[in-house]
């Protein structure tokens, strides 16, 4: 029965219903604000998911591998000349990470982790007829590597499936050795071990270079044509929250004393870049949320000051400044929250219209409209909160409004 | 159901009662000013009393101290046989809402309302909530001044009289012990004014409720039981009125 601050919002709603024309002024102040935030929001949030998906869609969230060789220094020993002034780092030669079985079965267990996959690769040529291409030579097992890279769903012609005597491999590559479907093609390996291979599969995973030089394979064949018996070069993870990659390398490197580069290291710049324009859409939001409070704090101090006498009858028939005050909130919290839903609607719209006719970087859609609830809600209790904020100072002085002289001098 | 909402209220002898009352403006500075020099007033429940003096003799002041708008610099005021000089302001408030009345000149209705919500507003803010006993008796009170076919008008749609009498309503929906009234008639022609005035004297007759009327208007005050007279901040007369029906 009892409705808390029925009475206060009672007032505070007829109060707007009777200032039309002001009321509807402070709305559309509010709606233009939210409509701008929501619109910068959802654009960049949208083309920063997409280039952050493009980005993880062609590699691994994680990438572990054997440490770097290095050169021990040479300790002068006493009463000895220096041997060598001069260090020459060492030249890497493809290694295999140590005891990975046991890590990759570790890996799995770990909670973060999503996929995990093992793959040999190296450095190999294909060659066909009179063509002759510097290739990488990936050797996976298809269906774990596919939870990593998704070559299953670019694939343009055949199947992702890998055997020993069939590969798969980009289309520029198949273009360049002008090879199709079923065609033959010969890889050749370190140290002069070769192998005649079947095309079974062409992908095309959007990015040139990959396009043009990754080959799969089974694990097994790649392993023998980089002379890697039994051995793999890299585990490559998938992890369930993209941007806890570095932390969870970190950790892993420590745990199994070797390299784990996450994707955030190899796309530092990207994300760099993001971060920068996070930053500075987050600067222009405040400003915006900054004037639009101020537009509410001033329109309500005006409709104080039009207020008063009514204020000091209120006042005279019992209301408390306490209620006073609270139908002036509720007002800032009202104003807030009807300018906000309409601003997001509003601003989602402009998303909408803007994808369907502005410039678009992809084919899939720039904008996931399932974030929009979320930013409609989001956006409304934050306006709310604001408006109740910036009627803070006018509610005070109306609250603080002496009835006698509000009375009388009107 | 108005006999009820009177039971928590404990009989006072006085609905007013003020002692050695003092108001003085700009306290310890050099244009300091008193304009009540020790007010000593009793009205008791049901008393029909009017108050005159010249312009500037302390009448405002005074009624805003009694209607709890305003403080005494000295003295205490009790209202329905409570001394409010140490209440807090939202005590006052309450008190305010639960015993008191008011009836202004110029009948500062909420223009945002409707005649029937204006009436019902003190009962609102003192329950925060809507009733349906106190919308009956809203529009009981509304029919009772003639005004059953305007409970749904604006105030703007209201002519003065009946702006008036709305507001009479108002002062009166809770029944409150003691009314009230600063110049109640002085903003409308002599026709309306004497029937607004009748009206004020039929609800004291009809609830009990003590009435303190402002007024400039000499035949206006004779109608009352009582009149007193305030002049430079002074308690000069206090006499019977020459009410013709009295007894």
């Given amino acids: 029965m009892r409705v808390p601050l029925w009475y206060e919002s009672r007032l505070a709603v007829e109060f707007l219903r009777e200032g039309r024309a002001q009321s509807l002024l402070i709305i559309f102040g509010v709606a233009l604000g939210v409509a701008v935030i929501v619109f910068v929001l959802a654009l960049i949030t949208g083309l920063q ?362 | 159901m108005a006999e009820q909402a009177g039971l928590s209220r404990q009989p006072a002898e006085s609905v007013l009662r003020l002692r050695a009352v003092r108001k003085r403006y700009g306290e310890g500075t050099p244009v300091e000013t008193e304009v009540l020099h020790g007010i000593d007033l009793d009205v008791a429940p049901g008393e029909f009393l009017a108050m005159v003096g010249p312009s500037g003799s302390g009448k405002s002041t005074l009624l805003n101290i009694i209607g709890l708008l305003d403080r005494p610099s000295d003295g205490e005021v009790w209202i329905d046989g409570r001394a409010t000089r140490e209440l807090p302001d939202t005590e006052r408030s309450r008190l305010r809402g639960e015993s008191l009345g008011f009836v202004f000149q110029f009948h500062h209705l909420l223009s945002a309302f409707s005649a029937l919500d204006n009436v019902q507003l003190p009962r609102w803010a003192a329950m925060g909530r809507r009733d349906a006993d106190v919308q009956a008796r809203a529009q009981e009170l509304l029919a009772a001044v003639g005004l059953a076919d305007y409970t749904q008008r604006r105030p703007k749609e209201l002519s003065g009289g009946q702006q008036q009498r709305v507001a009479i309503c108002r002062a009166l929906i809770h029944r409150p012990p003691l009314v009230l009234a600063d110049e109640p008639t002085g903003n409308l022609d002599t026709e309306t004014s004497a029937q607004a005035f009748s009206l004020l004297r039929r609800f004291n007759r009809e609830f009990g409720c003590a009435f303190i009327i402002v007024t400039h208007d000499p035949d206006l005050a004779e109608g009352c039981d009582r009149v007193i007279e305030l002049i430079d901040g002074h308690l000069v007369t206090d006499r019977a009125g020459h009410a013709p029906d009295q007894g």
């Fill in chain 1, 49 to 410: 998911d997409n280039l952050v998906e493009r980005t993880l869609g062609t590699q691994a969230h994680i990438k572990l591998r054997a440490p770097d060789e290095f050169v021990r220094e040479l300790r002068p020993v006493e009463g000895l000349a220096v041997a060598a002034q001069r260090r020459n780092e060492r030249a890497q030669r493809l290694r295999s990470i140590q005891n990975w079985q046991a890590i990759a079965e570790d890996l799995e267990t770990t909670p973060q982790i999503v996929a995990v996959s093992p793959v040999v690769t190296g450095p190999a040529f294909a060659r066909r007829g009179e063509a002759f291409k510097a290739i990488a030579i990936l050797g996976v097992d298809p269906a774990r590597y596919a939870q990593i890279v998704p070559v299953p769903d670019n694939m343009r012609a055949g199947v992702f499936r890998p055997t020993a005597t069939e590969v798969v491999i980009g289309d520029v590559l198949a273009d360049e050795l002008g090879v199709g479907l079923s065609d033959r093609i010969r890889i050749e390996g370190t140290d002069g071990r070769a192998g005649s291979f079947q095309v079974a599969g062409i992908f095309n995973l959007g990015v040139r270079d990959l396009d043009e030089r990754f080959v799969f394979l089974p694990l097994r064949p790649a392993q023998t044509l980089l002379d890697l018996p039994g051995g793999i070069t890299n585990i490559d993870v998938t992890i369930d929250e993209i941007f806890a990659a570095e932390a969870l390398a970190r950790e892993l490197s420590g745990r199994y004393g070797i390299t784990a580069e996450s994707w955030m290291q190899t796309s530092a710049q990207l994300l760099n870049a993001l971060r920068a324009q996070s930053e500075s859409t987050q600067l222009i939001q405040s400003f915006v949320g900054v004037s639009v409070a101020f537009g509410i704090a001033s329109v309500l101090a005006v409709s104080v000051v039009q207020r008063r006498r009514e204020i000091g009858i209120l006042r005279a028939m019992g209301t408390t400044s306490n209620q006073v005050m609270a139908v002036f909130l509720i007002q800032g919290g009202i104003v807030g929250l009807i300018g906000s839903i309409i601003g997001a609607v509003a601003g989602l719209g402009m998303v909408q219209l803007f994808t369907s006719i502005g410039p678009r970087p992809t084919e899939e859609a720039l904008f996931d409209i399932n974030a929009g609830v979320g930013l409609i809600v989001g956006a409304s209790i934050l306006a709310t909160l604001t408006g109740i904020i910036a009627a803070y100072f006018p509610a005070r002085r109306a609250a603080l409004v002496d009835p006698v002289t509000a009375i009388r001098d009107g």
